[in-house]
């Protein structure tokens, strides 16, 4: 099976702790990798974990709280002095555009490598990204500041050709690509083989979400059906569910309702709040209600299955 995985490089939320860094994801699918969020401190967890990043074209900012994307300026700036040449993609709310572009006049640095900046503006759910494996979409969460989510998605391959059929029948180049799109096989002795019977159910796409911040909302569940595995902040315990209310935050149950509701296979809970030193409450919190939950731990990477 093709790797396809998450690297998680910051769990916490946005007053410091010492037990996590602020929101950052690495996505790793192929020769392709997703920078989801880059909390301050994300290129030093890197070099902590020693995680490689070699393939990182794609950064993904959900929101412009800080503890989601302050990290940016450092981390593009060191590309910059590495001599950076390829392309790197930005999707992000727009006014983000603003800022790097002041950092960058500010410190008059005239970056190595094209900066290109890809604005997320509309509240519905979008394409934002495809090539012949994946598509990356956005969709829209409930915080107090205009914030997105993404479903990284596999996209589903042709059908596969039975191989006891290949060693009997032998096909021709062109007879095998007329299969893969679907077509019947006709043997020398005249006998029609439909398509059904000599090949079996591509596998299944698999698909990543990452759901933070956002407070507690069904709608989300729409967006990512079926997902194999769910990252969705869980920044309180039941104790502190008004204050999740109130800040449009969610707790580490209603973070397990999503992953019911959409069917998820797992569910990673996350961006954990700084009053809590205790995340195991959490993890039980979350099992209570969705028992396939994991907790987030930094630099550790996690398969997509
Ligand atoms: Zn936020």
Known sequence: MIDFNVTVLGCGSAVPSKMSNPSSQLISYRNKQFLIDCGEGTQMQ???????????????????HGDHFYGLIGLIS????????????????????TLLDHQLQTTATKLSFPLLFNALEDFGERNIYEDDY?????????????????????????????????????????????????????????????NGAITHDPPQGRSYAYCSDTAYEPFISKFISGVNLLYHEATFDNSLQSKAHEWLHSTAAEAAMIAKQSDAKKLLIGHFSSRHNNYELLLKEAKVVFENTIICQEGETYQIV
Not at 78 to 97: C, D, E, N, V
Not at 167 to 175: D, I, M, R, S, W
């Open 46 to 64: 890197m070099l902590k974990y020693s995680v490689r990043h070699r393939n990182l074209d794609h950064v993904l900012i959900s929101h412009l």
């Open 134 to 194: 994946l598509i990356v979409r956005s969709f829209p969460l409930k915080h107090s500041t205009p914030t997105w989510g993404f479903l990284i998605k596999e996209k589903e391959t042709k059908r596969r050709i039975d191989k006891s059929f290949i060693k009997q029948y032998k096909p021709a180049v062109n007879e095998i690509s007329l299969i893969l799109d679907g077509k019947g096989f006709l043997t020398k002795d005249g006998t029609f083989l439909e």
């Open 78 to 97: 060191t590309f910059h002095l590495t001599g950076r040449k390829s392309a790197l993609h930005i999707y992000a709310p727009r006014k983000l555009q």
